[in-house]
Nanobody, 127 residues
Framework: QLQLVESGGGLVQPGGSLRLSCAAS????????IGWFRQAPGKEREGVSC????????NYADSVKGRFTISRDNAKNTVYLEMNSLKPEDTAVYYC????????????????????WGQGTQVTVSS
């Protein structure tokens, strides 16, 4: 069964840090481009970051640029999202998603372009 599982969410104070993980089972994550998305209560889902299959290309939404870092360890079949200087507006359920583009890559924050999704992990930034 093809599955993505996010972990690492939690409650953190403003200015704090968290590292989210997205682990794949049932398939080789190295063949897939990965996107991180988030959805806050009452808001539409938004794209946060993308990474290419080997990790050489990344992209960030303006709202997280300079604070978040996406990376991957294909040997561990895992993608990470390091989140620093967290703000209350970062509070959301965070999802990772995978898509197969073959040998090409472009970052997309259109969720319909992704093939597999995780169940999400809650991140709450509050004092």
């Amino acid at each position: 069964q093809l599955q993505l599982v996010e972990s690492g969410g939690g409650l953190v104070q403003p200015g704090g840090s968290l590292r989210l993980s997205c682990a794949a089972s049932g398939f080789t994550l190295a063949n897939y481009n990965i996107g991180w998305f988030r959805q806050a209560p009452g808001k539409e889902r938004e794209g946060v970051s993308c990474i290419s299959t080997r990790g050489e290309r990344t992209n960030y939404a303006d709202s997280v640029k300079g604070r978040f870092t996406i990376s991957r360890d294909n040997a561990k079949n895992t993608v990470y999202l390091e989140m620093n200087s967290l703000k209350p507006e970062d509070t959301a359920v965070y999802y990772c998603a995978a898509r197969d583009l073959g040998n090409s890559w472009y970052c997309s924050y259109n969720g319909h372009e992704y093939d597999y999704w995780g169940q999400g992990t809650q991140v709450t930034v509050s004092s």
